[in-house]
């Protein structure tokens, strides 16, 4: 089992960043993806980016904007977002498939206004 944990949402102007990182209870193989999700009201949780130390994957809406990064040391991921648009407005979610088993954090609220 493993509790993650998210922080660095919050309320910025269109154009600016964010930066969210999420920390693990415990440690993560390398090789087993972390990532962010997002998710609005109304509508399915979406993949925004996930990486392992070959391979980093993002969203089309968010590619050359956000940025995804690990260190396996600290247990952590965190997700670098520039150029902020107001639809990138959601609930951000930490993700690991363990297994059989799949964990999420508890969310963090990014908005983003024109």
């Known amino acids: 089992q493993v509790q993650l944990v998210e922080s660095g949402g919050g309320l910025v102007q269109a154009g600016g960043s964010l930066r969210l990182s999420c920390v693990a209870s415990?440690?993560?193989?390398?090789?087993?993806?972390m990532g962010w999700y997002r998710q609005t009201p109304g509508k399915e949780r979406e993949l925004v980016a996930s990486?392992?130390?070959?391979?980093?994957n993002y969203a089309d809406a968010v590619r050359g904007r956000f940025t995804i990064s690990r260190d396996n040391a600290k247990n952590t991921i965190t997700l670098q977002m520039n150029s902020l648009k107001p639809e990138d407005t959601a609930t951000y979610y930490c993700?690991?498939?363990?297994?059989?088993?799949?964990?999420w954090g508890q969310g963090t609220q990014v908005t983003v206004s024109p």
């Open positions: 990486m392992t130390t070959r391979m980093r």
């Open positions: 415990r440690a993560i193989g390398s090789v087993i993806p």
């Open positions: 993700h690991v498939r363990l297994g059989p088993n799949t964990y």
